[in-house]
């Protein structure tokens, strides 16, 4: 099972190599790309300095594993990349990346959408959204 | 016996967030056991998942099973 | 108004420094990417080797800022970056980015997917595919 | 006079793709205009931009307009 997992937040030139490593698969005419950036929400009054992922790795990964298998039953994908952050993310860094091309723009961008909702509702992580003060509570998506 | 695994705010809860658990039949036994033992998980939001499966409604836990207490899920 | 411009590909180390310099802006969530990449379709048995961009470019900035706009109105984004190529842009090579920021993802995956079909169907661009003989065709999107 | 732009395979047609060109009163007299000096525009599908503006339909042209002939786009 491929692993999807990153120690800490995910590096903007990472995203850039990983798009410049599709130049030699020249059947792809359009990427889609998500990512998840930690945001500095303020709650009850403290702000937001950074998420504290942790995840259970084993489902995960199978559950991953199933999200990516669907998508390439369903949609006419060449390639598709899914990364994740466990640890410490910081306001403004980003925790999640996902990365999905197709020959046509319309697979890309249904693919892309459909894996980012379901990895949000079915992939077993969890964010704690840790304050300045350091004290902390845990996430809820929306 | 089962292995049990507690995650996210239910890990805040259990002293440990893996440990070593009686065997319960079922999950429904399992959750009530576990209220007994943790009464504050009583009013905390969370799904058992029995080996990985997470199954709609309750499920029976072979002896020796790992079974994982899944608040929800805030990845992304 | 705002140049879109860019000569030859836009380079994978251009899109991951664009996404770093967002890390700054501590109320995006969400980013959504679209990219553009010369396919090596063949035509009539010939292999496109690279696509060779021009544009309006007039009338094409005034078409963009009006797609910007009307974006920026509907969806409550936090930033919206727009690149095309003009000239050569080789097989596996990007010739269009957009790139679309906000809070929470839902605004930036719809608005990401109408900017990228506004552009293809209301901005004045074309692309001539040549081919490894040197010859050329008009590109027609789908 | 105006101030004629051809673009994409309509620039193939003309020998210039920048030109002045006699003025026509509206885009349904130039384009018939164009056609008479260049038949292979015949069969070729464009709009015609005033000023930058693709009306549905034609419109007239005022003296001294940049007009530019507008194959299906292709940008993307």
Known sequence: MKNIFIQGSIAASFIGESIAKHQSKTDIGAHAIFLGQVRADVIDGQPVSRIDYTAYEDMALQKVHEIREAAFDKYPLTCMHIYHSLGSVGVGEISFFVFVSSAHRAAAFDALREIVDAIKADVPIWGKEIFAEGQGSWKVNQ | ?76
Chains 1, 3 share one sequence.
């Not at chain 2, 056991?33 to 836990?61: C, H, S, T, W």
């Open chain 2, 1 to 76: 016996m089962i292995h049990l695994l507690a995650f996210g705010m239910i890990a805040d809860v259990l002293e440990h967030p893996e440990k070593d658990w009686p065997w319960s039949a079922d999950t429904a036994m399992l959750r009530a056991a576990l209220i007994k033992a943790y009464p504050e998980l009583r009013d905390l939001p969370f799904v058992i998942a029995v080996n990985m499966d997470v199954a709609g409604g309750e499920q029976p836990i072979p002896p020796g099973a790992t079974v994982a207490l899944l608040p929800p899920y805030s990845g992304g």
